[in-house]
């Protein structure tokens, strides 16, 4: 079976080039507007369409909007604030027993009496337990001693650095009750050097959020002059502390 084409490009057919060219920018233009307004674009296609009629389910996982909502994941955390800064003072007497005496230093039973003025701060961290670094000075209320090796009241310094951990009832930032225990290393400067080991331990009662009492036993362990062996000595304390104590935030 012989096949006719469908434009004849022998000279005795009927091919007309005016005719095809028209008809080939006919199909040309439609093809052209069918593909524009089918395409995704500004023009509202379908694209517009699937958008409208697409909901959440169809979508990917990262891109619906029950994803994005905050309210399914619980409320917001809120912002922990810094506790504020606070400083402490206090002032107090008290009273040693010596548990060991030394006859060759002409020892009493008990020590002289002494004031203690200290200050510091509470470092922020906030809580019931706490913390705080003070700096405490010390002197003698009365003298010790023999006439001759002995020294006369207000006449022995001691500087005491030391670390309290603190224990608030009920929490902070305006306590009643004050439980504290603190690790200090007294450094006798006057008349004569020595230094030794301390450890305290009390409660302070607040009659106010800035003042109140508080009471203290502390043990502590001086390393002194030799005797008349030559032997260094150790002079174990215990003493009771009552005073007055300032804790104020700094605002």
Same mark, same amino acid.
């Given at each position: ?55 959440? =389910? ?5 891109? *619906? ?5 905050? %309210? ?24 040693? $027993? *010596? ?9 009493? *039973? ?33 003298? =010790? ?21 603190? $224990?608030?009832?009920? %929490? ?9 225990? *603190? ?32 009471? %203290? ?9 030799? =005797? ?20 104020? %935030?700094?605002?």
């Amino acid at each position: 079976m012989q096949l006719t084409p469908l434009f004849d490009h022998t000279v005795g057919g009927d091919y007309r080039p005016d005719a095809v060219n028209r008809a080939f920018c006919i199909v040309f233009g439609l093809v052209l507007t069918v593909g524009a307004f089918a395409s995704p674009g500004p023009w509202g296609g379908p694209s517009r369409a699937l958008a409208q009629t697409t909901g959440d =389910d169809d979508l990917p996982p990262a891109l *619906r909007e029950s994803t994005l909502d905050p %309210e399914l994941h619980g409320p917001a955390e809120p912002e922990s604030e810094s506790p504020p800064l606070r400083i402490v003072a206090g002032i107090g007497g008290g009273a040693t $027993i *010596r548990l060991v005496k030394h006859l060759d230093l002409q020892q009493e *039973r008990f020590a002289p009496s002494y004031l203690e003025v200290f200050g510091g701060v509470v470092l922020p961290v906030g809580g019931r337990i706490g913390h705080q670094v003070t700096l405490a000075v010390a002197t003698n209320l009365s003298g =010790d001693g023999s006439y001759t090796a002995g020294i006369d009241p207000l006449q022995q310094w001691t500087l005491t650095p030391a670390y309290t951990a603190r $224990i608030s009832f009920p %929490e902070d930032p305006v306590p009643d009750w004050i439980l504290f225990g *603190r690790f200090g290393v007294p450094l006798t400067l006057s008349s004569d050097f020595s230094w030794g080991l301390g450890l305290d331990v009390g409660a302070a009662y607040m009659f106010t959020a800035g003042i109140g009492v508080y009471v %203290e036993i502390d043990y502590s362990m001086y390393f002194g002059a030799d =005797d008349r062996s030559g032997n260094a000595t150790i002079h174990p304390l215990l003493s009771g502390e009552l005073g007055v104590l300032f804790d104020i %935030e700094v605002l």
